[in-house]
């Protein structure tokens, strides 16, 4: 069976696509795929004729033209199977704006919000301080900032907004971080919910650095949270991936803060280097790294047939 990877791309989490790719593509190999790496950042003539040659294609994109449905409308077009949800689902997952008003208008717990198009000079009225700064669109919390008074806001709004064109003004949550990810099982129609992953960085937040240098954050996996909580949690996770209509495995990102699940953003590729959240929930409960990898790979392969 032939599997094509793609990896790379022009986004800012080139970086990270790559180390995800690079491992997904030696893992496959391993369990006897025939393998074969694309990088989307070259010419867009190099690889895409190349698509419909494959069994399957294992995205491991981030950022724009990989988590935003583009890439997937594509494989869509040319009726090639792939590993994330589809070019709808993408979309609207990757605009964390229309993600917070889907969750809100279905009952969701979630911080209060404000979609900035222009520099503000002050808060709104029902803000205080802190508060985050996050860009609309994006990931790896790359511009995601805590912003503690009126000089730090006036200091970093402009900036931000220059870079990304709409941020994301978010009521701050303090509480435990936690993620829950959730996959579709290959061989039957149960969805599989990984152990909670808590997170204890050792910055103010888990922000890009704390994401990707070892040692700059504490995994307790399972969380250390109450059995009810718990599957609180795991029953939330599953009804979010229900109600997007996701496919593969995702990952939920949020805070607990007195027992209510404070809901982020959801992820339809999450990262999966060593220091990934998913492949450490899973193999908090045994799952080895190609396992998970294969177990995504039929998944997509069902969906197929």
């Known amino acids: 069976m032939k599997i094509a990877v793609l990896y790379g791309g022009n986004s800012r989490e080139r970086e990270i696509s790559i180390k995800s790719g690079k491992l997904v593509s030696e893992a496959l190999k391993k369990l006897n795929y025939k393998v074969q790496e694309l990088d989307t950042a070259e010419p867009v003539e190099n690889w895409i004729g190349n ?16 988590e935003d449905g583009r890439i997937q409308g594509l494989l869509d077009f040319m009726n090639v199977p792939y590993t994330c949800s589809d070019s709808y689902t993408s979309f609207v997952c990757f605009d964390k704006y229309v993600t917070k008003l889907v969750l809100k208008t279905n009952g969701f717990v979630i911080p209060n919000f404000l979609l900035l198009k222009e520099p503000a000079e002050f808060l709104p009225e029902n803000f205080n301080y802190p508060v ?54 290959p061989f039957s129609s ?20 704390a994401k990707y240098t070892e040692g700059l954050t504490e995994f307790v996996v399972p969380a250390e949270i109450s059995p009810e909580l718990e599957n609180e ?3 939330i996770g599953k009804r979010i991936y229900e109600l997007f209509n996701c496919k593969g495995v995702i990952r939920i990102d949020g805070k607990l803060f007195n027992d209510r699940f404070y809901i982020f953003e959801i992820n339809t590729i999450p990262g999966l280097t060593e ?10 409960e045994g799952m080895s790294y190609e396992e998970l990898i294969d177990k995504i790979v039929q998944s997509a392969l069902k969906r197929r047939y």
Not at 51 to 63: E, R, S
Not at 275 to 284: F, Q, R
């Open 51 to 66: 698509l419909k040659n494959f069994d399957c294609v294992f995205v491991a994109l981030h950022g724009e033209f990989g």
């Open 132 to 185: 985050v700064l996050k860009p609309r669109y994006g990931g790896s919390s790359i511009d995601v900032k805590i912003v503690h008074n009126q000089q730090e806001f006036e200091k970093v709004i402009g900036e931000l907004l220059e870079r990304n064109k709409q941020m994301l003004l978010e009521e701050f949550i303090d509480g435990k971080e936690i993620t829950v990810s959730v996959m579709e099982e």
């Open 190 to 209: 149960e969805l599989h919910v990984f152990p909670i992953l808590e997170l204890r960085p050792k910055r103010e937040f888990y922000d890009y650095i």
């Open 233 to 235: 949690v795991k029953e």
């Open 275 to 284: 220091l990934s959240d998913v492949p450490i929930s899973a193999k908090a």
